[in-house]
């Protein structure tokens, strides 16, 4: 029997489904934060820019969710599992860096958050380049990277938003945001409650990382999947 070109209409409904959950509970996570911490709608002037921001990014997202993957199935059936799997390895080394500031407990994050951040810059150069050399079309590798962010960027705000919550008032989380300077840019802010001041901050950086991450993906995955169609062309020669 013949294999159908697309992807198999379990892995788009189950992709779909991830993603629509995943937009849903970062909705929930932040009607939490804004019940526990509702100064944050008040105590600042950006703080309803920031939701506002954040409540946009989450439309695209669910919209993304909801026609994305019929769509990158439709282009090339190998672009929605590449996505997918690259995504959730981002996203293990997110959640990864993130467990271990809060185990470790350096004084300074910097090198951590570098770490992080390269790997993931990577998976996303590897995952372009890997789809276009099975390929041969620069276009899937770089949807796939961009799909691998959207997913990578679910996880990572998911992850930060529980956390916070989790380990807020602890003296593990304290350290974290010393050793993130948060104290230091809290002081400067002129706001006078700290939790709504982190609110704030992780609605406006989970606008900016949504937004940007796939720009930076859609560049890198490019960039990859460049190499990865020449190498297949030297493959056929």
Known sequence: MKKSPFPAKNHLAATRRAILLGVLTIALLLAYGLLRFPSVLTA??????????????????AVAGWAGPAFAGRINPHILPAGDLGGLLAGIVFVTE??????????????????????????FFVIGLSVA????????????AIWSAVV??????IAVL?????FNGTPQQTQVFRAEGDFVDFAHSGLHD????????????????SLLLPVVAAILG??????GKGLARLRKS
Request: glycine share 8%.
């Open 98 to 123: 993130i467990a271990l500031e809060y185990w470790l407990l350096p004084n300074d994050n910097t090198t951590m958050g570098l770490v992080e951040y390269g790997l993931v810059l990577a998976l």
């Open 44 to 61: 600042s002037p950006t703080g309803v820019r920031s939701l506002i921001g954040v409540c946009i990014i989450l439309v695209i997202y």
């Open 162 to 166: 529980c956390v916070f919550y989790l």
């Open 194 to 209: 700290f939790n709504s001041f982190v609110m704030e901050d992780f609605m406006g950086a989970g606008f900016y990382h």
């Open 133 to 144: 050399y099975r390929t041969n079309a620069i276009r899937n590798g770089t949807s796939a």
């Open 222 to 227: 490019t960039l990859g999947a460049t190499i």
């Open 152 to 157: 990578a960027s679910l996880i990572f705000f």
